[in-house]
Structures are given as structure tokens and as C-alpha cells.
């Protein structure tokens, strides 16, 4: 008795079943890459609805909503600098120093020309009694000189009338006098 081989058997049934997984594989693969696709879309815009979600806790004192919420914006966009600021600014507020400053470290990794994130990262030495670390920072404000006004000669904060008070403090704290060239009179 002569048997069909297997592949003569079941060529046909074989054939169509393995085109059906490799139908819904390629499916599936097609979706998978639409879905990442919106995603990579929709980032910009997730991002700045969280940032706002945490401008709101923080500005409702909830400090802990505040971190978590930045944190997942970090998650999607490590590069955040945004992000990582207010996550700073939760941390020293629920007096958690040493996240504080890593998180201002961070902050001032990705933008090291930002007067804010330098005074925030000064701010979080001081805060740590760092003050030798903490004037390097304020040096690096002063000596870009002082700050331009906007359009509305509007300044919320000036950094550098800031950190030229703050190394004073350091300087103060520390009994030392730091390497600046000029004093503060002359960099008026």
C-alpha cells in the first residue's frame, strides 16, 4: 500500500495555514507600527499636557503628584528639560536636597547655558552647604553679566543681581573669599 508523502498529504492545508500566521503576523506588525507611529506623533503633545498636569499640582502644593507625574514625562522624553526643573523644584520643596540636585544636575546637563537651570543647580548646592559648588555656579551667571530685560522691561527673576547676593552668602558661610576678579560694587 503506497502512502501519499506527508508533503502530498497535506501540501495544500500546510500551505494555506502557514500563509494565515504569516497574514495575521504581518498584520500584527503593520498595527504595531501605526500605534508607534501616532505615539511618536501625539509625544509633543502628551509632554506638554503632563508639564501643564504638573504646574497644576505644584502650584496645589502637591509636591509628590507633582514628581510623579515628571517622572513619566521623563521617561517619554529624558531630554525634557522642563521636566527635570520641576521635578528639582518637588524635591526641595518635600526638602529632599540630595534628588533636588540631581535632578537641577540633570537639568543643567541638557542646557548648560539656561541662567535658570545654573541658578537652580547653585540653589541646590547652597541648599546641600556645598557653598564652594554652589559659587562656581553663580560665577557662571555673573560672568555673562546682567541680565537683558524683555519687551516689557519685565524681569521675574533677575539671576544675575541673584547671584551676585547668593555667592555673597556663600562667601559669607564658608569664610572664603572665591575667585572672582571683581567684586560685587564693580559688577554693577
Avoid at 511618536?40 to 509636591?63: G, T
Avoid at 518637588?90 to 540630595?98: K, L, M
Avoid at 537652580?120 to 548646592?125: G, R
Avoid at 547668593?166 to 562667601?171: F, N, T, V
Wanted: aromatic share 12%.
Amino acid at each position: 500500500m503506497d502512502h501519499p508523502s506527508h508533503s502530498e498529504h497535506c501540501s495544500c492545508g500546510h500551505h494555506h495555514h502557514n500563509t494565515s500566521h504569516e497574514n495575521i503576523f504581518k498584520k500584527w506588525i503593520i498595527t504595531l507600527i501605526i500605534v508607534a507611529g501616532i505615539i511618536f506623533l501625539l509625544k509633543p503633545f502628551i509632554v506638554r499636557q503632563m508639564l501643564a498636569r504638573s504646574s497644576s499640582y505644584y502650584s496645589y502644593f502637591l509636591y509628590g503628584e507633582t514628581a510623579r507625574i515628571c517622572k513619566n514625562i521623563i521617561f517619554i522624553d529624558k531630554s525634557n528639560l522642563r521636566a527635570w526643573k520641576m521635578l528639582g523644584y518637588a524635591y526641595r520643596e518635600t526638602g529632599d536636597i540630595q534628588k533636588s540636585a540631581e535632578a537641577f544636575e540633570k537639568a543643567f546637563k541638557l542646557n548648560p547655558k539656561d541662567k535658570g537651570a545654573i541658578f537652580d543647580l547653585a540653589t541646590a548646592y547652597y541648599n546641600k552647604k556645598q557653598y564652594i559648588e554652589a559659587a562656581k555656579y553663580f560665577e557662571m551667571i555673573i560672568e555673562n553679566g546682567p541680565d537683558k530685560t524683555g519687551s516689557l522691561n519685565i524681569n521675574v527673576l533677575d539671576y544675575y543681581k541673584s547671584s551676585l547676593a547668593m555667592l555673597e552668602k556663600c562667601r559669607t558661610e564658608s569664610g572664603q573669599n572665591f575667585p572672582s576678579e571683581k567684586t560685587s560694587d564693580e559688577k554693577h
